[in-house]
């Protein structure tokens, strides 16, 4: 076997080792590149129409402007009842009554989205007068009536127009309010619900 000399074996060594490198390198380039990664996006469309909806807070639907006449009348007794005095106010209210669904109070569990069918149905809460105020620009007294013997009563016109507030919210159910803001709610809120890209919106109600 022939011999190397010692400078002949050190430079054989180091070609050994560049070509154990070469082949290391070459060996770890061949593995195929790790793919990214990929995420799998889940569309949960409840949360975002619950919030959607909600957002529009107290829906003011629907608005009835209305008027009355009220006649408050304080009838008093002197003299062991022996006499009878009256203090009257004639108040002549202008007002308006505001009803509609407060969608503030709306539940997860109040939508419910088919996302293959692309059908949202909405439970809302039932419709409620929001609040009746007079119009104090027009609400005036238009007459004020005391008996001699009367006293006046010096907080008449302030029941009186408390008593208007009343009677124009009671004259605002009887022509059918709540259900001129349910119908009002549910053009709103299903127009919204459409305009999220959903076909079909039904709406329920508590």
């Given at each position: 076997m022939a011999k190397l000399l010692p400078g002949a074996a050190g430079a054989l060594l180091i070609v050994a080792a560049s070509v154990a490198a070469s082949v290391a390198t070459t060996a770890y380039t061949a593995r195929p590149a790790p793919s990214a990664s990929t995420a799998t996006t889940v569309v949960r469309p409840t949360p975002n129409v619950l919030r959607s909806v909600q957002e529009l807070a107290r829906l003011e639907s629907v608005t009835f402007h209305m008027e009355r006449v009220i006649d408050l009348r304080e009838e008093q007794e002197h003299a062991f009842g022996l006499v009878h005095a009256e203090d009257s106010?004639?108040?002549?209210?202008?007002?308006?009554?505001?009803?509609?669904?407060?969608?503030?109070?709306?539940?997860?569990?109040?939508?419910?989205?088919?996302?293959?069918?692309?059908?949202?149905?909405?439970?809302?809460?039932?419709?409620?007068?929001?609040?009746?105020?007079?119009?104090?620009?027009?609400?005036?007294?238009?007459?004020?009536?005391?008996?001699?013997?009367?006293?006046?009563?010096?907080?008449?016109?302030?029941?009186?127009?408390?008593?208007?507030?009343?009677?124009?919210?009671?004259?605002?159910?009887?022509?059918?309010?709540?259900?001129?803001?349910?119908?009002?709610?549910?053009?709103?809120?299903g127009s919204l619900v459409r305009g999220l890209g959903f076909g079909s919106v039904e709406i329920r109600w508590r």
């Open positions: 106010i004639l108040l002549v209210a202008v007002g308006e009554v505001i009803a509609g669904v407060d969608l503030a109070s709306l539940r997860p569990e109040d939508v419910h989205v088919d996302r293959a069918s692309r059908q949202v149905t909405l439970t809302l809460p039932a419709p409620q007068i929001f609040h009746a105020r007079l119009d104090s620009e027009h609400t005036h007294v238009h007459s004020r009536s005391t008996d001699l013997l009367a006293r006046r009563a010096e907080g008449l016109e302030s029941r009186a127009r408390l008593e208007a507030e009343r009677s124009i919210t009671r004259g605002a159910l009887e022509s059918g309010i709540l259900e001129r803001a349910k119908t009002s709610a549910a053009h709103t809120v």
